[in-house]
C-alpha cells in the first residue's frame, strides 16, 4: 500500500485499552508522561502527514506492538 510498517513487539505485562488510549494524550500543562512518543508521533505527522506515525496495540498479560508508519518512498 505504499507504506513502511516497522513493529517492535514484546511479551510482557501488556498495557490496558485505557492506558493506550492516553499514550499520544497531551497530559496537559508541566505533564511529562510520554512526551517522547508523542514527540516522535508529531514528528512523523508533521513531515509526512496526518496518515503516518505511531500505532499501539496492546493486551494484559500479553504484550506490546508497536508500529511505526511512513512512507514507502522515505528510503
Known sequence: DGQVRIQVKDDGVGMSAEKVATLL????EGSLDHI?????HERIRLHFGQAYGLRFESQVHQGTTVTIVLPGSVA
Do not use: H, S, Y
Open 25 to 28: 494524550e497531551d497530559g496537559g
Open 36 to 40: 517522547g512518543l508523542r514527540n516522535v
